[in-house]
């Protein structure tokens, strides 16, 4: 595979409100964008740094993914995304070397960006995704 960079790491958060707070008065960093990701059940929030970026994630329903994962798991890091060029031929490459793809095929993620999931399992425990900006 080729990865690029790190796109963003995302973090799972219970209460989005005073998350940018804690992002914005203690780090220093700015929220430049609220999206909802409505069929992931979910509200991000971007905060940029360098070229990486901070993606908050807070459930807009209890059974949505990171819903689940907060009951599980407590907030904290979720996933990492690293940025890619064609991101088809990537995927192809992780499941050619046995790397277990939550998503089979690119999907679109915030930001308009195309993304795609590798299961945790294959990454040590990682929820790893792949994305890319196609402009
Ligand atoms: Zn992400």
Redesign the pocket.
Known sequence: MELNYI??I?IAVKDMDAAIKFYEEVLGLKCYSIEEVADQKVRTAFFKIGQTKI?L?ESTAPDGPIGKFIEKRGEGIH?M?FAVNNLEDQLADAESKGVNLIDKKPRK??EGLD?AFLHPKSTNGVLT?L?ENKG
Do not use: P
Request: aromatic share 0%.
């Open positions: 796109e963003h995302g993606e994630l996933h995304a993620g915030a993304i995704e994305c």
